[in-house]
T-cell receptor, first 113, second 111 residues
Framework: NAGVTQTPKFRILKIGQSMTLQCAQDMNHNYMYWYRQDPGMGLKLIYYSVGAGITDKGEVPNGYNVSRSTTEDFPLRLELAAPSQTSVYFC????????????FGNGTRLTVT | EDKVVQSPLSLVVHEGDTVTLNCSYEVTNFRSLLWYKQEKKAPTFLFMLTSSGIEKKSGRLSSILDKKELFSILNITATQTGDSAIYLCAVLRTNAGKSTFGDGTTLTVKP
């Protein structure tokens, strides 16, 4: 019962570096999401996908890119990291958001210095 | 733009107290409201509410939705230290495929 798996758990980046946050789910969910959570705040949607090959922007997409080549994987790419991207990133998936809740990964804590 | 406002932002109580957390929303084509509990890591699902006036209950936790006044409450009775967490409220529009979250209520239960 792996559910939603995120890697890495922690990462420190220097300003201007790039990295990819990995997310995989084994529940055959079509819907997948990337959220960021800043201290004392709720979850802000970065990007989401309703199925393989389909992605769309959320509330805060600037500075990020995604791809969805398979149902299982939904990586998040940070190009030219900035201190404002210091946050905790959560990946989530859902079978059908109208009828079922989100299943979250354990998060990636990213610090950009 | 969808809006979800939770109150209070933080709350400190003692074990055995009863707490009420609030979530108000403004959303077009409302589908459902969900409550999540977040301890150290990932949020976990508590309740999904779609109809007004029907209470959902799980142990000491219960929740109800008022679609006319556009809010929901989450009640926790006989609180325990293990209830200490961030409680998140999220709303979903019909066929939108994505949820909008509030900023959460941080509950601290002291022994």
């Amino acid at each position: 019962n792996a559910g939603v798996t995120q890697t890495p758990k922690f990462r420190i980046l220097k300003i201007g570096q790039s990295m990819t946050l990995q997310c995989a789910q084994d529940m055959n969910h079509n819907y997948m999401y990337w959220y960021r959570q800043d201290p004392g705040m709720g979850l802000k949607l970065i990007y989401y996908s309703v199925g393989a090959g389909i992605t769309d922007k959320g509330e805060v997409p600037n500075g990020y890119n995604v791809s969805r080549s398979t149902t299982e994987d939904f990586p998040l790419r940070l190009e030219l990291a900035a201190p404002s991207q210091t946050s905790v990133y959560f990946c989530a998936s859902s079978f059908s958001p109208d009828h079922s809740p989100l299943h979250f990964g354990n998060g990636t804590r990213l610090t950009v210095t | 733009e969808d809006k979800v406002v939770q109150s209070p932002l933080s709350l400190v109580v003692h074990e055995g107290d009863t707490v009420t957390l609030n979530c108000s929303y403004e959303v077009t084509n409302f589908r459902s409201l969900l409550w999540y509990k977040q301890e150290k890591k990932a949020p976990t699902f508590l309740f999904m509410l779609t109809s007004s006036g029907i209470e959902k209950k799980s142990g000491r936790l219960s929740s109800i939705l008022d679609k006319k006044e556009l809010f929901s409450i989450l009640n926790i009775t006989a609180t325990q230290t293990g209830d200490s967490a961030i409680y998140l409220c999220a709303v979903l529009r019909t066929n939108a495929g994505k949820s909008t979250f509030g900023d959460g209520t941080t509950l601290t239960v002291k022994p």
